[in-house]
């Protein structure tokens, strides 16, 4: 079994900052991409920004400039920089990870974590 669980959110006031980490275990194999979603009440779930192994980076458009993606393979880590937050970005943040663990090692699955809450107001 393979899990990520993320950490990192809480409340902050607009024009703040936080950092988000997201850390993968279990019987992992290898870890393609890793991304975060985020989730607001009432809306769809919708992708921040995701990164390859090799470190190649995808932003949601709202999110370039203000928000930086990160990871550290060698800890099996993803990281959310979050700048300048507004209150629209309250939501829950999801970690994903397309990991494949020891048992099959050549077939990749996304696992999803149970989310972390950020709450951006004054």
């Known amino acids: 079994q393979v899990q990520v669980v993320e950490s990192g959110g809480g409340l902050v006031q607009p024009g703040g900052s936080l950092r988000l980490s997201c850390a993968a275990s279990?019987?992992?194999?290898?870890?393609?991409?890793m991304g975060w979603y985020r989730q607001a009440p009432g809306k769809q779930r919708e992708l921040v920004a995701d990164?390859?192994?090799?470190?190649?980076?995808n932003y949601a458009d709202s999110m370039k400039g203000r928000f930086s993606i990160s990871r550290d393979n060698a800890k099996n880590t993803v990281y959310l920089q979050m700048n300048s937050l507004k209150p629209d970005d309250t939501a829950v943040y999801y970690c994903?990870?397309?990991?494949?663990?020891?048992?099959?090692?050549?077939?990749?699955?996304?696992?999803w974590g149970q989310g972390t809450l950020v709450t951006v107001s004054s």
């Open positions: 994903n990870a397309e990991i494949s663990d020891l048992s099959q090692p050549m077939r990749y699955l996304a696992v």
């Open positions: 279990g019987m992992i194999f290898s870890i393609n991409d």
């Open positions: 990164i390859a192994r090799s470190g190649r980076t």
